[in-house]
């Protein structure tokens, strides 16, 4: 079962440090972890160091697995995907990279699959540059899905979907990474979601790492003055889940 953990990790554009300091305990096999903070905070660096798009100190440890150019998959917020191609054919394209060019029959199956579970079959053969933003997301989860990765970093994923494809995407990650035995690190900006669907949160703010640990533990009053700057409650829903009230900002 594969394990990832950050140890002291860090990030730089040419001499000037953008990320430091960040660490993480071992984070499971299942597992799906929040990386939250203000905007502009380091969440997108962060994914990038740990898929080494970029270089910088630090240590990222992956341990049950060899590292190949499937076992990590970045999902960025703007694929900047060629607006020429099918969704179809982009899709195949992510999942022939880093192998031959001969397609088998189950690997369109498996891509008929993820359009029918994301319910995005009828725009299989729509071109990418004619797709609202949502739609874009969503065809950007399914290239990074086909590519069967070990872990998945997602970065703000629902930021364009509407709420109830939010939660239909993220209810998806969270059966899946269990199901298939994934790390999924995933940026949100809605902290209820944090709270709902994600078993451990990182806070990155101004660079660095403020803390890490049990998403009930890191998403406290307290953390948000200090990070949000808002004075906020953490209320208990009646099925029992954890919600956060903002009452003002400071």
Same mark, same amino acid.
């Given at each position: ?8 990790? =860090? ?5 000037? *440090? ?15 972890? @929040? ?9 997108? &660096? ?9 270089? =910088?100190? !630090? ?21 900047? @995907?060629? @607006? /020429?191609? &099918?969704?179809?054919?982009? +899709? ?7 192998? =031959? ?10 891509? #008929? $699959? %993820?359009?029918?579970?994301?319910? +995005? ?22 290239? $990074? ?12 994923? &629902? ?8 939660? #239909?995407?993220?209810?998806? +990650? ?15 900006? #809605? ?15 101004? =660079?660095?790492?403020? +803390? ?6 890191? %998403? *406290? ?8 700057? /808002?004075? @906020?409650? %953490?209320?208990?829903?009646?099925? !029992? ?8 900002? %400071?």
């Amino acid at each position: 079962m594969v394990a990832l953990a950050l140890q002291d990790v =860090g990030a730089a554009y040419g001499r000037r *440090t953008v990320l430091s300091s960040v660490s993480t305990d071992m984070l499971q096999s299942g597992s799906v972890t @929040a990386v939250i903070g203000p905007n502009a905070a380091g969440k997108s &660096t962060l994914f990038k160091r740990i898929a080494s798009l970029i270089s =910088g100190p !630090g240590l990222v440890e992956l341990s049950g697995t060899e590292r190949g150019p499937r076992t990590i998959c970045y999902m960025p917020q703007d694929t900047g @995907a060629n @607006a /020429v191609l &099918t969704v179809y054919e982009s +899709i195949l394209l992510s999942a022939k990279q880093g192998s =031959g060019w001969r397609v088998h029959d189950d690997e369109l199956a498996e891509i #008929d $699959a %993820i359009l029918k579970v994301l319910r +995005i079959e009828d725009l299989a053969f729509r071109e990418l540059g004619e797709l609202s933003g949502g739609q874009r997301q969503l065809v950007s989860l399914a290239q $990074a899905l086909v590519r069967r990765p070990e872990v998945l970093l997602m970065d703000e994923p &629902t930021s364009a979907l509407d709420l109830h494809r939010q939660v #239909d995407v993220l209810t998806f +990650i969270s059966d899946l990474a269990a199901r298939k035995g994934m790390i999924v690190l995933v940026a949100l900006h #809605d902290l209820n979601h944090a709270l709902r669907y994600c078993q451990n949160t990182i806070v990155i703010a101004d =660079g660095s790492m403020a +803390i890490s640990g049990d998403t009930s533990a890191v %998403i *406290t009053p307290e953390m948000l003055r200090d990070i949000y700057k /808002v004075a @906020a409650r %953490i209320e208990t829903c009646s099925q !029992g889940r954890a919600l956060v009230i903002v009452d003002n900002a %400071i």
